[in-house]
T-cell receptor, first 118, second 112 residues
C-alpha cells in the first residue's frame, strides 16, 4: 500500500513565478491537510480539504495561495507570484474519513516538497 | 486559540537512559493528543495517541502520559538508543474535525 506521495520533492522558483505542489493520498484516504514548515519551526496548518470541498482554509494566506482536491487526481497547493518568504517545506497529510467511530485522527504524512525561491 | 509549548532546547542524553519530553498546552483540553517523530528532511511519522480519559499509554519502549489538570503530556523513551535521535512533535486536535495543530518539537540526541 503506497504511502502519501508528494511531488516534486524539491522545487526552485524565481520571484514572481508560480509553484504547484501535488499530493496523492494513501489509498482510501479522502481527507487532505497541507502544512508549512519553516527551518527550525513547527508545522503550521494551512488548509483542510475533502474531495471537491475546502473545509478549513484558516491557515492559508489571503492572497496568492490556493488549494484544491478534485474528484479525480491529486490535491494541489498553488502559490502564485512566489516571494522569498514562501521558501519552506510543504507537507501533505492524509487520513480516512473524519467522524468514523474508530478513527484515531492519525495523520499520514508525505515526505514534503521543499520550495526554494531565488 | 490553542497554543502548544515544547522545550525548544535540544535534549542530549546518554544511550540507555530514559528520555523525557514535555508538551504543554494553554487552553481547553483536547479530546486526544498525539506524538510524532520527524527525522531531518523527512515527513513526520505517527507514534502514539492518548485520549483525554487515559492517564497513560505504552508502546514498546515508548510511554505517554496525559494530565488534563496540568494541561501537560510527557513522552518517555526508555533504554534510549542513538537511533531514537530525532525531533519529536506533540499535536492536538482543534476545531472538532480532527484538525491537528503541532508544537515546534523537541530535538532529542542520544549519544553512544
Amino acid at each position: 500500500n503506497a504511502g502519501v506521495m508528494q511531488n516534486p520533492r524539491h522545487l526552485v522558483r524565481r520571484r514572481g513565478q508560480e509553484a504547484r505542489l501535488r499530493c496523492s493520498p494513501m489509498k482510501g484516504h479522502s481527507h487532505v491537510y497541507w502544512y508549512r514548515q519553516l527551518p527550525e519551526e513547527g508545522l503550521k496548518f494551512m488548509v483542510y480539504l475533502q474531495k471537491e470541498n475546502i473545509i478549513d482554509e484558516s491557515g492559508m494566506p489571503k492572497e496568492r495561495f490556493s488549494a484544491e482536491f478534485p474528484k479525480e487526481g491529486p490535491s494541489i497547493l498553488r502559490i502564485q507570484q512566489v516571494v522569498r518568504g514562501d521558501s519552506a517545506a510543504y507537507f501533505c497529510a492524509t487520513k480516512t474519513g473524519a467522524g468514523v467511530a474508530t478513527n484515531t485522527g492519525e495523520l499520514f504524512f508525505g515526505e514534503g516538497s521543499r520550495l526554494t525561491v531565488l | 486559540s490553542q497554543k502548544i509549548e515544547q522545550n525548544s532546547e535540544a535534549l542530549n542524553i546518554q544511550e540507555g537512559k530514559t528520555a523525557t519530553l514535555t508538551c504543554n498546552y494553554t487552553n481547553y483540553s483536547p479530546a486526544y493528543l498525539q506524538w510524532y517523530r520527524q527525522d531531518p528532511g523527512r515527513g513526520p511519522v505517527f507514534l502514539l495517541l492518548i485520549r483525554e480519559n487515559e492517564k497513560e499509554k505504552r508502546k514498546e519502549r515508548l510511554k505517554v502520559t496525559f494530565d488534563t489538570t496540568l494541561k501537560q503530556s510527557l513522552f518517555h523513551i526508555t533504554a534510549s538508543q542513538p537511533a531514537d535521535s530525532a525531533t519529536y512533535l506533540c499535536a492536538l486536535e482543534e476545531g472538532g474535525y480532527n484538525k491537528l495543530i503541532f508544537g515546534a518539537g523537541t530535538r532529542l540526541a542520544v549519544h553512544p
